[in-house]
Every structure is written in C-alpha cells, then in structure tokens.
C-alpha cells in the first residue's frame, strides 16, 4: 500500500470513529477512477458502504465539486451526500451508489425507459438557478475545441494544415460558437453521459456523478452529451425522436425553445463543438496521460462530427476538411481499425 493510499486510510479510520459509521476493519478497495488525477475506493461497511475520494491538492481543486454537491444536493438532484471532507489533504468521503452504470444497462429494449430517467434528472439541474456557475462562455467553447486543432489533428495524427484548413476550422468554429450562445443558458453539468449516470437501489432515478466542472451554459448541452455518447451509439431516427421528446418537455417548463427543425440544429451544431473537445481529449489522454483506453471511442466520436457535419451548409467546409484529410489519416493510423471506422462514418 502506498503512502497516500495509506494517509486515506487512516483518515477514513477518522471520520467513521467520529461520525459512529459501522466501517469494516479492512482496506479500501479500488473503484475504478475517470480521466483526471481522482482516484475512488470503496469503504465497506457493516449495512452500507461509501466512497473514499483521494483528489492531491496540487493536481485536483476539489472545492467546485463540494460546492456544486451542496447546492444540487438540497435542491434534489440525486448527487452524493457528503459524509466528510479534508480540502487540504484532498480527501472526501461520499454516499456510494454502488457499481451500476447506466451504459451497460442500455440495451434496444430499456433505452426509452432509462433515458426516460436521465431526461427527468436532466430536467432537475436544468432548473437550478444557474448564476453561481462559471459561464460557458466563447472562450472556453474556443478553448476546449482547439483541443482538436492541437492533440488530434497535430499530436496524434501529425497533420499539417493548410492555411486554408485553418481558415475552415476557425470559420465553422465562429459558426458553433454563434450557436451555443443564442440557446437558452442554464446549468449544465458538462460531462452527462452513459459512465456518468448510476443506477440506484434506492428510490428511483438515476444517481450523478463527476460533475465538479458544471457551468451556466446551452441549454442543449448535456442531452448531446447524453445521446450522442461516445460509449454507445443509437440510430439517428430514435435519437431525434428523443431530441423532440425533450423538447417538448422544455416547452412545457415555459423555457423558450425554437422550432423541432431549427432546435434538432442547435442539438448538432453543439455536438459538433463537444466532439471537437472529445476528439482532443481522447488523444491528449493517451498521448499525454498514457491513458489507451480512450482510443477505441475515437472513431465513434468523429462519426458524430462527420455525420454532423455533412448535413448543413454551414458546415460545409469542415465535412470537406474531415473527409479529405482527417478521416484518411485516422484510417491509416496504425492505432486505429479501418473497417471500424468505417462503420462509425455510416
């Protein structure tokens, strides 16, 4: 056992003595992590169990993610409660709710019922008041998708572009922003997908987690995020009629939504901003971070953005540098499978 697996420990040890928790006298077990430094263990109790969270200070600024669990916690979105906490050390000790992720529960047949749950927790933080929340503002949407101009096209698939590739990126990039910023704003949890979404013994509902990086943002955001999921793909006719369905559901909350056509729109062109951001993260994750497991999910993620991207005019120019240079250099590259990406294209 490491040192600060050690110190974890033994704080763990701590807050059950002080709090009278019925923790088992043994040690804790890994939970698998996520794609940052954090790094999760289950504390087994007597009648329940929790989460250890060891989150180094100088990697990791816990403190939005208290805030954030706070504020959601007592306005009834189903987040973790928290048992304990040490900034300083950078140790918390959370609710567990347990090992249930909603990816492997989707299946053709549960998809509407368990999306079901996700719109209606969706719904939930969509009406938090939104204000405390960084805003999601040009220059991190700018930010976040140079990320794919930088890690995926540069670092991983060493290509070099022309000025003319760059005018195109930097045009349909203005294009995405415009977008994003004529929705609605409100809170959005920034990472709501299929890994991020826990099925729980008790109550209904579906739990969330790792949302310390929620902003004041699109109101489309998080429902791409949820139904263009790098981990699972479904078929576009079904993701648009749940497009539609949410719409709907924030025309009944009075929020001022477009037209079906103009918001299925605003749907893609956010998809294609976040893809983007994916796109560039996966890759600095493996490249930088060692972290291989995201690769797989690559082809998947630039399906969404070609397909996307072949659909609109104004998005043209990208589906013409996508298919005449990225799509090539990502079939050839050695990490990649060509017929996989193949099927992810179509």
Do not use: C
């Not at 403190?63 to 669990?69: E, G, R, S, Y």
């Not at 933080?125 to 101009?149: G, T, W």
């Not at 240079?325 to 590259?333: E, G, N, R, T």
């Amino acid at each position: 056992m490491g040192e600060r697996l050690q110190q974890l420990q033994g704080w763990v040890v701590e807050q059950a003595a002080e709090q009278k928790l019925s923790l088992l006298d043994e040690p804790l077990q890994p939970v698998s992590g996520d794609a940052s430094f954090r790094r999760y263990f289950r504390a087994r109790g007597d009648l329940q169990n929790w989460i250890a969270v060891d989150a180094p200070p100088d990697k990791e600024n816990s403190q939005p993610f208290v805030d954030i669990a706070r504020h959601w916690h007592a306005e009834g979105v189903r987040v973790p409660a928290l048992v304990a906490l040490d900034l300083d050390l950078g140790f918390m000790l959370l609710e567990d709710f347990g090992d249930q992720l909603l990816l492997p529960a989707l299946s053709v047949e549960t998809a509407d019922a368990l999306y079901g749950q996700a719109f209606s927790a969706l719904e939930a933080i969509q009406s938090i008041e939104a204000a405390a929340l960084p805003d999601y503002d040009e220059a991190l949407l700018r930010r976040e998708m140079d990320l794919f101009d930088e890690w995926f096209v540069g670092q991983l698939l060493q290509l070099d572009l022309t000025e003319t590739d760059v005018n195109t990126l930097e045009a349909a990039k203005k294009v995405l922003v415009a977008s994003a910023e004529s929705q609605p704003q409100v809170s959005v949890h920034r990472d709501y997908h299929s890994r991020n979404l826990m099925l729980i013994e008790e109550g209904d509902g579906l739990g969330i987690i790792d949302f310390q990086d929620a902003v004041r943002g699109p109101v489309t955001y998080d429902l791409v995020s949820l139904l263009r999921d790098s981990y699972v793909r479904w078929p576009d006719e079904r993701v648009s009629g749940w497009v539609e369905g949410y719409r709907q559901r924030l025309k009944g909350k009075e929020v001022p939504v477009v037209d079906e056509v103009s918001f299925l729109k605003q749907f893609d062109f956010m998809g294609m901003q976040r893809q983007l951001k994916v796109l560039g993260i996966f890759s600095r994750l493996y490249l930088r971070d060692g972290k291989s497991g995201y690769l797989n999910d690559i082809p998947r993620t630039l399906g969404y953005l070609y397909r996307a991207a072949a659909r609109y005019p104004e998005s043209a120019e990208l589906y013409r540098l996508l298919d005449e240079k990225v799509v090539p250099a990502l079939a050839a590259h050695t990490l990649f499978d060509a017929q996989a990406l193949t099927r992810e294209l179509g």
